[in-house]
């Protein structure tokens, strides 16, 4: 038994040296919080997670009916709302689209300028602008229900408007 403990000893020497000083110390600036780069909400309810930079989106508002988050940019600039929603309607992806815009526009008299528009038999995603803000909706159906993205940005923010939408995912499906 003492041959196999001195062995044991002998192989794992190397491996205990370098995690006790093999590392190297990395020193954060003082002044500065860390925060974490992604951070992610679930909902089990419809079954689904959003990804986004929490560093830029670091306010979290949920639902109080437990559908969906709001997060927001810590001035408020941008907002990112992401929730289900039973379909009792029996929405198509194109009267969900209409039903969403026209619950946007505040000022009957506003112009929605629609830049591109994509519809599928269980989705669609439409980039468009009222007003001074830019936005993106995506709404994905799923069995009886829907889950939709939708981000509202400022026009004169182009560099967070495509951070947004490069950097916030809605993953869907066995996420409890």
Do not use: H
Request: proline residues 5%; contains cysteine; glycine residues 4%.
């Amino acid at each position: 038994m003492r041959p196999f403990i001195s062995m044991l000893i002998i192989v794992l020497m190397p491996f205990m040296f370098f995690s006790i000083y093999g590392g190297k110390n990395v020193d954060l600036p003082k002044d500065k919080t860390v925060l974490l780069s992604k951070s992610n909400y679930c909902n089990s309810r419809f079954d689904f997670c959003v990804i986004y930079p929490a560093t830029v989106l670091p306010n979290q508002e949920a639902s109080v009916n437990d559908d969906g988050v709001i997060l927001k940019t810590a001035e408020g600039k941008a907002e990112v709302n992401v929730f289900g929603s039973y379909n009792i309607t029996n929405w198509s992806p194109q009267e969900l689209f209409e039903f969403s815009i026209n619950s946007l526009v505040e000022n009957k008299k506003e112009k929605v300028e629609i830049y591109s528009s994509t519809f599928g038999e269980d989705y669609y995603e439409c980039y468009f602008e009222i007003g001074n803000n830019n936005y993106i909706n995506r709404s994905y159906f799923v069995k009886d229900y829907y889950i939709s993205l939708m981000i509202k940005v400022p026009k004169n923010e182009p560099i967070l408007y495509q951070k947004l939408l490069d950097e916030v995912t809605v993953v869907m499906g066995d996420n409890s």
